[in-house]
T-cell receptor
Framework: GQSLEQPSEVTAVEGAIVQINCTYQ??????LSWYQQHDGGAPTFLSY????GLEETGRFSSFLSRSDSYGYLLLQELQMKDSASYFC?????????????FGPGTRLSVLP | DGGITQSPKYLFRKEGQNVTLSCEQN?????MYWYRQDPGQGLRLIYY???????QKGDIAEGYSVSREKKESFPLTVTSAQKNPTAFYLC?????????????????FGAGSRLTVL
C-alpha cells in the first residue's frame, strides 16, 4: 500500500519562496504529482515527476528523490492567489496502476 | 471545451434517503474515479472504473454504489447504509493505463458536489 505525509500548514509572505514537503511509504509507484485546491473548489493539476530531479513550470517547481522517499513542491514569488491547499499524490503500481493515493494536504497561507 | 460536469453542486438529503450524484465527462477518458473529501482532509477513493461495465472498490466503498454503462458517465449513489454521508464529493477522470511518462498520471477533476444530510 501507499501512505503520504505532508505538513498540515505553511505560512509565508507575498513575494517569498516556500517549499512544501511530501514523504511517502509505498510499494511502488509511477510518479509523484502535485495538485492545488482553493477553498470550495476542485483540485487542479500542478506538476508531475516520473523521474528523480527537478521539474519547473513557471513559478512552480517539483522535486522527487526515490532513494529518499521524498518530494517537494517549490513555489516562488508567492502571490496572494497562491493561498490554497496543496496535495501530493502517487499513482500506485497495484490495482492495474489506476489507484491514485493522496496525501493529507498542506494549507498554504500567503500574507501581505 | 472538454471537461467534467458534476451535478448537483449542492444537495440536501434526509436521513434514510438514497441520492445519486451525476458525473459526465467529454474528455474521452477511459478511467473515472469518485473521491470523498471531508473538511480539512485529503481525498479518499470511493470507487474507480477503467472501462465500461467494470468498476473497482476503493478504500471507503461501503454505503456507496456506482455504475458505468457509458464511457462518459459514472454516477455515484450514496445509500442509506452510508452512516456519515455529509461531505464534498469529487469526480475525476484520466487516460487509462500507460507507464510513468503517460497522461495516465494526471487526474482531471469536476467542480464537486457538496452533500449535506439533514
Amino acid at each position: 500500500g501507499q501512505s503520504l505525509e505532508q505538513p498540515s500548514e505553511v505560512t509565508a509572505v507575498e513575494g517569498a519562496i516556500v517549499q512544501i514537503n511530501c514523504t511517502y511509504q509505498t510499494s511502488g509507484f509511477y510518479g509523484l504529482s502535485w495538485y492545488q485546491q482553493h477553498d470550495g473548489g476542485a483540485p487542479t493539476f500542478l506538476s508531475y515527476n516520473a523521474l528523480d530531479g527537478l521539474e519547473e513550470t513557471g513559478r512552480f517547481s517539483s522535486f522527487l528523490s526515490r532513494s529518499d522517499s521524498y518530494g517537494y513542491l517549490l513555489l516562488q514569488e508567492l502571490q496572494m492567489k497562491d493561498s490554497a491547499s496543496y496535495f501530493c499524490a502517487v499513482r500506485g503500481l497495484d490495482n492495474y496502476g489506476q489507484n491514485f493515493v493522496f496525501g493529507p494536504g498542506t494549507r498554504l497561507s500567503v500574507l501581505p | 471545451d472538454g471537461g467534467i460536469t458534476q451535478s448537483p453542486k449542492y444537495l440536501f438529503r434526509k436521513e434514510g434517503q438514497n441520492v445519486t450524484l451525476s458525473c459526465e465527462q467529454n474528455l474521452n477518458h477511459d478511467a473515472m474515479y469518485w473521491y470523498r473529501q471531508d473538511p480539512g482532509q485529503g481525498l479518499r477513493l470511493i470507487y474507480y472504473s477503467q472501462i465500461v461495465n467494470d468498476f473497482q472498490k476503493g478504500d471507503i466503498a461501503e454505503g456507496y454504489s456506482v455504475s458505468r454503462e457509458k464511457k462518459e458517465s459514472f454516477p455515484l449513489t450514496v445509500t442509506s447504509a452510508q452512516k456519515n454521508p455529509t461531505a464534498f464529493y469529487l469526480c475525476a477522470s484520466s487516460i487509462d493505463g500507460g507507464g510513468p511518462d503517460s497522461g495516465a498520471n494526471v487526474l482531471t477533476f469536476g467542480a464537486g458536489s457538496r452533500l449535506t444530510v439533514l
